[in-house]
Nanobody
Framework: QVQLVESGGGLVQPGGSLRLSCAASGFTFSSYVMSWYRQAPGKGRELVARISPRSGSTDYTDSVKGRVTISRDNSKDTLYLQMNNLKPDDTAVYYC????????????WGQGTQVTVSS
């Protein structure tokens, strides 16, 4: 059974840091493009960062560039998002996504983890 389980969210003050994790199971993790998305209250779901299956190539949305780092450990089937210098606008539910590298209708989502940045 395919499963993506996010963890590491919580309440932090502006300027603080969090490290999110996404534990994957039930599919060949190393063959999938992995991404972090977020959805803030009243807004649509937004791509935050993406990482290729094996090469480590990454992409980031402009609003987080320089403050976050996406990474993966294929030996542990785990995806990470290190977030530094957090801002109130980073407050959202963060989701991990798995998608095959080649064109496919298959997309898997986790349940999400809440990140709240507030003083």
């Amino acid at each position: 059974q395919v499963q993506l389980v996010e963890s590491g969210g919580g309440l932090v003050q502006p300027g603080g840091s969090l490290r999110l994790s996404c534990a994957a199971s039930g599919f060949t993790f190393s063959s999938y493009v992995m991404s972090w998305y977020r959805q803030a209250p009243g807004k649509g779901r937004e791509l935050v960062a993406r990482i290729s299956p094996r090469s480590g190539s990454t992409d980031y949305t402009d609003s987080v560039k320089g403050r976050v780092t996406i990474s993966r450990d294929n030996s542990k089937d785990t995806l990470y998002l290190q977030m530094n210098n957090l801002k109130p606008d980073d407050t959202a539910v963060y989701y991990c996504q798995a998608k095959p590298y080649l064109a496919s209708p298959l997309t898997y989502w986790g349940q999400g983890t809440q990140v709240t940045v507030s003083s």
